[in-house]
Nanobody
Framework: QVQLVESGGGLVQSGGSLRLSCAAS????????VGWFRQAPGKEREGVST??????????RDSVKGRFTISVSRDNAKNTVYLQMNSLKPEDTAVYYC????????????????WGQGIQVTVSS
């Protein structure tokens, strides 16, 4: 079955960088969209970035454009989805989730049906 396991979160100062990783298994990557979502305390979950892995097309929410980059690595059948986060701001503090789903070109979380357990990212001011 589909498994998504996040790593790489933590505490960083404002202006710093983190790279999140998501080990993805149990599905054919090219048939799915993959993405990163986040949920801050007291707020709804929101789409951060998604990618159509077959052609590399990616989407970003406006607040992270130019700062975050999504990418995918295929190495000996080990698939990993990354989110490079630069120039981090306190408002980026949230639990970040890796997800996969059959619909391309969207940041809508309801269209993603497989989820990781989430990982905390905290940006101090």
């Amino acid at each position: 079955q589909v498994q998504l396991v996040e790593s790489g979160g933590g505490l960083v100062q404002s202006g710093g960088s983190l790279r999140l990783s998501c080990a993805a298994s149990g599905f054919i990557l090219d048939y799915y969209a993959v993405g990163w979502f986040r949920q801050a305390p007291g707020k709804e979950r929101e789409g951060v970035s998604t990618m159509t892995t077959a052609d590399g097309t990616s989407w970003y929410r406006d607040s992270v454009k130019g700062r975050f980059t999504i990418s995918v690595s295929r190495d000996n059948a080990k698939n990993t989805v990354y989110l490079q986060m630069n120039s981090l701001k306190p408002e980026d503090t949230a639990v970040y989730y890796c997800a996969a789903g059959p619909f391309f070109g969207t940041l809508e979380d309801v269209l993603f049906d497989s989820w990781g357990q989430g990982i905390q990212v905290t940006v101090s001011s």
